[in-house]
């Protein structure tokens, strides 16, 4: 029997959202887990809570999601940034939160922390970010919305920016996720149609440091969210159809006050020379399965080599045109796959031109988090 895709009963719904909560507030605390996908629970309290600091820290079980042993499951959630609930209104809150171990250390997959450090440690260098994510739309069997059940639609061309039946797919969810994530205060900048049909890209930035990933990360969060109520999947898959079809990135401009400051072009040089020495690494925490998008087509880089270019969308590496010109602004770093930890980036990012932290290292902590994921797999515990 055919799968039966389950759509959320959200007229129903909206009486009960209507009701008084006699001056409780919900708080829906989400983090990241072992996956790189959002888990999230909620907690009443009796009153709003009017900055992070009010939050008290919460626990979950963290061997039913992949991020501890059995034998020692309690992860911990501490709060580290709050949101307007776009879905339950009134006084109630999204809650962002790390993922932290009984011993007082972080999580394996608390990548959160270590680029928290390198933002603290260089904030004089005002590192400003906005990373393009791009994403899918699948149907519940897993095959790209609107698309034939049993082949393709017509080659990419029409559907990149495009207007009309036919052209685009689910433009009610891109909409719904735009104005839910305005609600809630994040710096969502903008949004498209991408050039494979029913794959969509929106914009999240420019914002400062640690402040980039959280809200990338809630966005996230909203976008599986909204996706719900509309019996649609989200995928993130770098590359989810083989082909002749683009791939989906996460492409992370980056720029520093020295950057943007006349003379800057020398500043993003300099930069290009420290990424090309790094690229192996870098490529390490730039989202999985990014082998089968970055051939060299479809607009890609190789996988293996760094380049970098002048309005050049086959580069690693581009600086726009209009840059080049003022001879001041940014660069935008075009390898990250749409899968990828927005904390990985920008810290690997930061850490890659301003120099490593002792006991800090964001390549060594991804592959860390790879080793503690192996052990429970097999059932290794250590102590």
């Given at each position: 029997?055919?799968?039966?895709?389950?759509?959320?009963?959200?007229?129903?719904?909206?009486?009960?959202?209507?009701?008084?909560?006699?001056?409780?507030?919900?708080?829906?605390?989400?983090?990241?887990?072992?996956?790189?996908?959002?888990?999230?629970?909620?907690?009443?309290?009796?009153?709003?809570?009017?900055?992070?600091?009010?939050?008290?820290?919460?626990?979950?079980?963290?061997?039913?999601?992949?991020?501890?042993?059995?034998?020692?499951?309690?992860?911990?959630?501490?709060?580290?940034?709050?949101?307007?609930?776009?879905?339950?209104?009134?006084?109630?809150?999204?809650?962002?939160?790390?993922?932290?171990?009984?011993?007082?250390?972080?999580?394996?997959?608390?990548?959160?922390?270590?680029?928290?450090?390198?933002?603290?440690?260089?904030?004089?260098?005002?590192?400003?970010?906005?990373?393009?994510?791009?994403?899918?739309?699948?149907?519940?069997?897993?095959?790209?919305?609107?698309?034939p059940k049993n082949g393709f639609p017509a080659p990419q061309g029409p559907y990149y920016c495009g207007n009309g039946t036919g052209k685009v797919f689910c433009r009610d969810i891109v909409e719904a996720h735009y104005k839910a994530c305005l609600f809630a205060g994040l710096e969502i900048?903008?949004?498209?149609?991408?050039?494979?049909?029913?794959?969509?890209?929106?914009?999240?930035?420019?914002?400062?440091?640690?402040?980039?990933?959280?809200?990338?990360?809630?966005?996230?969060?909203?976008?599986?969210?909204?996706?719900?109520?509309?019996?649609?999947?989200?995928?993130?898959?770098?590359?989810?159809?083989?082909?002749?079809?683009?791939?989906?990135?996460?492409?992370?401009?980056?720029?520093?006050?020295?950057?943007?400051?006349?003379?800057?072009?020398?500043?993003?040089?300099?930069?290009?020379?420290?990424?090309?020495?790094?690229?192996?690494?870098?490529?390490?925490v730039y989202g999985e399965g990014n082998e089968a998008r970055m051939t060299g087509a479809h607009e890609t880089a190789s996988y293996d080599k760094f380049t970098w270019g002048i309005a050049n969308r086959a580069a690693s590496v581009r600086v726009n045109r209009a840059c080049a010109d003022?001879?001041?602004?940014?660069?935008?770093?075009?390898?990250?796959?749409?899968?990828?930890?927005?904390?990985?980036?920008?810290?690997?990012?930061?850490?890659?031109?301003?120099?490593?932290?002792?006991?800090?290292?964001?390549?060594?902590?991804?592959?860390?988090?790879?080793?503690?994921?192996?052990?429970?797999?097999?059932?290794?515990?250590?102590?």
């Open positions: 029997m055919a799968e039966v895709p389950y759509i959320s009963n959200t007229v129903n719904l909206q009486k009960y959202l209507q009701l008084d909560q006699r001056g409780a507030v919900i708080l829906e605390y989400v983090w990241i887990d072992a996956s790189g996908g959002t888990r999230s629970k909620c907690k009443t309290v009796k009153e709003k809570p009017t900055s992070v600091k009010d939050l008290a820290e919460w626990n979950f079980d963290g061997s039913s999601t992949g991020q501890a042993p059995g034998d020692n499951s309690d992860v911990y959630l501490r709060p580290v940034a709050m949101y307007p609930d776009p879905f339950r209104l009134g006084d109630n809150l999204l809650v962002l939160c790390e993922t932290w171990m009984s011993d007082g250390k972080p999580n394996a997959y608390n990548f959160r922390h270590d680029a928290a450090v390198h933002m603290e440690k260089n904030a004089s260098e005002e590192f400003w970010f906005g990373l393009e994510q791009e994403y899918t739309l699948l149907d519940a069997f897993g095959w790209p919305y609107g698309w900048s903008g949004t498209n149609a991408e050039v494979m049909p029913a794959q969509w890209e929106y914009q999240i930035g420019p914002c400062t440091g640690i402040n980039l990933g959280d809200h990338m990360w809630m966005s996230r969060f909203i976008l599986h969210r909204v996706a719900e109520e509309f019996g649609a999947k989200v995928t993130f898959n770098p590359k989810p159809i083989p082909g002749d079809w683009n791939g989906a990135g996460l492409h992370s401009n980056v720029s520093t006050k020295l950057m943007r400051e006349d003379g800057g072009m020398k500043h993003i040089e300099k930069a290009m020379e420290s990424l090309a020495k790094r690229h192996k690494e870098h490529m390490k003022e001879g001041k602004g940014y660069f935008e770093d075009r390898r990250p796959a749409s899968n990828a930890d927005p904390y990985q980036i920008t810290g690997m990012i930061v850490e890659t031109l301003c120099g490593k932290i002792d006991g800090i290292d964001v390549l060594s902590k991804t592959e860390k988090a790879g080793v503690v994921q192996q052990e429970m797999v097999v059932g290794v515990t250590k102590p």
